[in-house]
């Protein structure tokens, strides 16, 4: 059975720093790509950040140079370093993961990202 677990969210002040994590269990025959997007009140699910096996990523325009992404192969997790957070930021972050071969994506429930002060 796969298993999505995101972790770090919570309430930051604008300017402040959060760690998001996601670990995958039961993805066969491995992991390829993954990543994270965000969906904000009434907006479309977006794009964030994504990285390949090989440590390949790609950003959104918004959160580069402030958003970090990174994985950790031999433990299926991945993590999305914030820092600089804008109120814009608030959202619900979901991260995902891609199995090798057939393609398939599963993705987490998702953890609350709230920028306020």
């Known amino acids: 059975q796969v298993q999505m677990v995101e972790s770090g969210g919570g309430l930051v002040q604008p300017g402040g720093s959060l760690r998001l994590s996601c670990a995958s269990t039961?993805?066969?025959?491995?992991?390829?790509?993954m990543g994270w997007y965000r969906q904000a009140p009434g907006k479309q699910r977006e794009l964030v950040a994504r990285?390949?096996?090989?440590?390949?990523?790609n950003y959104a325009d918004s959160v580069k140079d402030r958003f970090t992404i990174s994985r950790d192969n031999a433990k299926n997790t991945v993590y999305l370093q914030m820092n600089s957070l804008k109120p814009e930021d608030t959202a619900v972050y979901y991260c995902?993961?891609?199995?090798?071969?057939?393609?398939?994506?599963?993705w987490g429930k998702g953890t609350l990202v709230t920028v306020s002060s």
């Open positions: 995902n993961a891609r199995a090798r071969y057939s393609g398939v994506v599963y």
């Open positions: 039961g993805i066969t025959p491995s992991v390829d790509a």
């Open positions: 990285i390949t096996s090989g440590g390949s990523t």
